[in-house]
């Protein structure tokens, strides 16, 4: 850095270590973890809550406000995700994986101890990134067009091999599915509704929090609903020790956290790669670099550190674009552009000149926020930990509630409902016949963009920006990535003897879910087929792709001998994140007990619903909540209405007075309008 | 003689009372009406575009102009490109004047250029009007050889696009549907910054379908520095500020044409719109429209409007109802045209 730099960077933080702008970034850090705990809430809602309220600050402490808030929500998410196996935000899904092990086996004091340090790091790495990178920044994204960042998108998606662990034709065909999610709507080349069934809800395509929250969130409280105990079961908590342990932890593996950091600050910086794809990125990272791997999956504390670090050093990473350029690579970005220009500044080369006190303000807005964040989060994580013990009578109803309004922040449309019970069920069906999630979601989240780019980089270049240095690095990575777990499977079921050898077919549950998934793309395939050329080809290679991946693994698991099948589906070395077949609560139930228990537990929901469109939505929650504590968690029904009580107040103190939510119309409301306004 | 005069006095102070009354009368229903109640307005989009900033800005200030001053709520409700809050709005939300909103400007064109997911009829808006007529632009970054939509004649622009229904694809899929112009569209591009990138880092040679106050207030030092080279102007009226670039409905070889660039550039004058479900009573919408035509002239909303940097040149409901009659009054040779010519962008819905 240059001595002018360093002035700046100097200057800026005098500027920030002003008591009321302190003060500031405290109240902008209080919203930020309060918002991360939510689920459903991420740091967009903070910031158009926020905003208004910077109108009359000064430009320092806006921006030490606002980034208060966006840069802690990625540390508090971690307290649902260990707990009951919720994504606080949809950044914090990878931390479940080991997170929600750990707190099951009693060890939540020490994931949390392990994620805040590694969140705090991880912040301040991204930050400090950055920092030093300010002076080469606009010269380096010049740099990346278009097909640069197509090969960044499809080296991403190539994780899907290492998070698909021993099931690589399953996490293939999950990816695939998540393509095909993700193409759901109006198609950006042509405008062909695909695959909306006439549906306007389906136009803008599934929106990501409610098919997170599916995905991972209900499965993890449908095994919790099964296995009927508390999440501790019944261990005593780690607190305070666990804690200690859990920061030793980060600060031993912190070459990891390094690493993480640095790959979540930089894929920060790539416009629409936001949080939901970054945590399982360094997830897949740590899989694929660090040692000894059996344990991820099942409570190995680096699958939380990994995930972590790189969710909190992405908010450094996804301002440069914004402070660079003045092009936000998300929709909190795009809030924050606003803030910008309210305070005369006009994002772009300015910005790492004249403006260089305002640049390095916003630096240590991160960075102090994070320690503050951490901070917070550490203190009262004692407290946290102890959740784990509570009764899951108790806590279930209350955390389904809360992920019901949740969901409904996706796009605030009755179909985020639906969408989030339809993939709630899909999810806990994958779990249970242990087909990997992650690569669905990262599909999911990268379809988009992939498809975006390709058509822009062939309009522009034909096949020209294939011949690009930094394309061709990344593609080979990618396929050397794709390609090398497929021959290590291959090869290992050969050395075993007994790969190839053909059986007479059974079938299977896994074969039939297997035959379901071809059932639906073969459906897809037959719909993509009246679409114009433009809008079908990439949907076309998609389904394809993933249709014969689904036969094959259909053959798989008819024909092949049952010892190959198992190592196929159980998660072995390098398996980690491959859920094991029978969940682990279930293990030692009868199969029959675990159907008829998940079948109520999608009833409740179900049955929420209903309610919910006969009633509105918060009055349902009262509702739910009463009858699932007293009837499910065979509870008094005094504490449950107190506990209805306090959720629905809260709720509605929350969404409907301090979000102003648009809650859908509901069947009362309709017959009976002067009732409207009350039913919630 | 004094008292004659006083006597005329009375006589007229009795003569305007008398007329008044009626007016007062109204305002107070109005007044009571709104008084200690909420609007909500609804907002196509989610939060962080610029209908939504627009409508926050607006929502801060609306309350205090309406009689009875209610309180304005903003909230996002958004779908399909805001054709699912158009649709509400007509079928769904109550018709008393108590919810309003905005959504994107070619909507009110759709059920004539396409027609899909449409459930309403746009000339039965209750339109308050909007805050802004927007004028947007085609430029050229300054190495392009295209210097002027002359050159386009033997030259090709490669310009950039967002997505299918955007300005920045509408927009040039019409001048080369309608005019033959050489212009070659890249459409992907996440947002408009992008495309701006994307010149910047010789991607793409230009881009149609840029406003022009966001062009002064997010790139003034490419005007100044002649980064780039303004090759027409996208709407039915130049800008103030812009009186040597030419409009591009000068481009128009005969009526048919002029009429369809009229159907399609008429969303331009719509800005971003307001507007209430249909039917709500007359006086509210009187006291709606003249609410927002405060608005636009109030010192502390223009002071705000400023720090936002967002471009306030009103337009009236009246205008936009009489706006709508022409449009959907063009002969059906000229509805067809424009439909044809703007057939393959993905008509309104997807723009921000």
Known sequence: MEASALEAAAAALTILLEPSRLAVLGAGVLVGLTIGVIPGLGGIVGLALLLPF????????????????????????????????????????????????????????RAFGAAYTASLLGGIAGAALLAVSIPILRPVILYLGSPELLAICIFGLSMVAVLSGKAPLKGMVAAGLGLVVAMVGSDPQTGTMRWTFDTLYLWDGLPLVPVTL???????????????RSIGGGVRADTRSGQLAGIRDALTHWWLVLRCSWLGAALGAVPGLGSAVIDWLAYGHALKTEKNTEGFGKGDIRGVIASESSNNAKEGGSLVPTIAFGVPGSASMAILLGAFMMHGLVPGPRMLTDNLEITYSIVWSIALANVLGAGLCLAFSNQLARVASIRIGLLLPVVLAIIFVGAFQGSRQWGDLYVLLGFGVFGWIMKQQGWPRPPLILGVV????????????????????????????????AVLGLVGPLLRNFRVAMTQGQGLRIVRPRLTSSAVFTSFIIAALLVCIRMLVE????????????????????????????????ATRASQASSGPRGAPTDPPAASVAAQDNPRTVLSRAVEFFAWCGGYLVVAKLIGMLAAMFLFVTLCVRFWGREPLGRALLLATGVTAFSLLLFDQLLVIPWPQNTLGGAFPALQPYLK | ?????????????????????????????????????????????????????????????????????????????????SLRLAN?????????????????????????????????????????????????????????????????????LIVGGTGSGSDTVVFPVVL?????????????????????????????????????????????????TEQVTILAQLALAKHPELPDVPLITEFADNDNELSAMEIIFARQVMGRPYLAPPGIPADRLGALRRALD???????????????????????????????????????????????????????????
């Open chain 1, 54 to 109: 910077t109108f009359e600050m000064d430009a320092y402490s806006a921006f030490a406000f606002l980034i208060g808030m966006g840069s802690v929500t990625t540390t508090s998410d971690t307290v649902p995700a260990v707990l009951f196996g919720v994504p606080g935000t949809t950044g914090s899904a990878a931390t479940i994986l080991d997170g929600h092990p750990l707190a099951k086996a009693g060890q939540a004091g």
């Open chain 1, 214 to 228: 599916g995905l991972f969130a209900l499965p993890e409280l449908a095994d919790l609903a099964i296995g009927r």
């Open chain 1, 446 to 477: 990268l379809g988009e963009i992939v498809e975006r780019y390709l058509f822009i980089s062939v309009g522009r270049y034909d096949w020209a920006w294939m011949t690009r240095p930094l394309v061709i690095l990344f593609i080979t990575l």
């Open chain 1, 531 to 562: 679409w114009n050329f433009e809008a079908r080809i990439v949907p076309l290679a998609v389904t394809s792709v993933a249709l014969l991946c689904a036969v094959l693994s259909l053959a798989n698991e008819l024909f092949l001998q049952p």
């Open chain 2, 1 to 81: 003689m004094g008292r004659t005069i006083n006597l005329v006095v009375t006589a007229c102070a009795v003569t305007i009372t008398l007329l008044a009354a009626p007016l007062s009368l109204r305002a107070d229903a109005v007044s009571d009406f709104y008084a200690g109640k909420q609007v909500r307005l609804l907002i196509g989009y989610s939060a962080g575009g610029g209908y939504d900033t627009y409508a926050r800005l607006l929502a801060r200030h609306l309350g205090k102009h309406i009689p009875g001053n209610p309180t304005v709520v903003p909230q996002n409700m958004p779908g399909a490109g």
């Open chain 2, 88 to 156: 509400f709005l007509y079928n769904v939300a109550p018709k008393d004047g108590t919810v309003i909103g905005t959504f994107g400007r070619g909507i009110a064109m759709e059920p004539l250029l396409s027609g899909e997911g449409t459930q309403f009829d746009a000339r039965e808006f209750s339109w308050l009007g909007s805050l802004n007529n927007e004028v947007s632009i085609c430029v050229a970054w300054h190495d392009s050889s295209v210097k002027s939509m002359a050159d386009l004649a033997t030259q090709e």
């Open chain 2, 176 to 224: 080369k549907n309608l005019l033959g112009v050489n212009i070659r569209l890249i459409s992907g591009y996440p947002g408009g910054n992008d495309i701006l990138l994307a010149m910047e880092r010789g991607e793409v040679d230009g881009r149609c379908g840029w406003s022009f106050s966001s062009l002064s207030s997010t790139r003034g030092d490419w005007l100044e």
């Open chain 2, 294 to 352: 405060a608005v636009a002239r109030d010192p502390e909303f223009l002071r705000d409007a400023e720090q936002l940097q967002v471009e306030i040149n009103p337009v009236s409901g009246e205008n936009v109802d009489a706006l709508l009659e022409r449009v959907y009054g063009a002969s059906a040779a000229a509805i067809e045209l424009a439909a044809s010519a703007i057939s393959e962008s993905g008509g309104a819905s997807g723009a921000r």
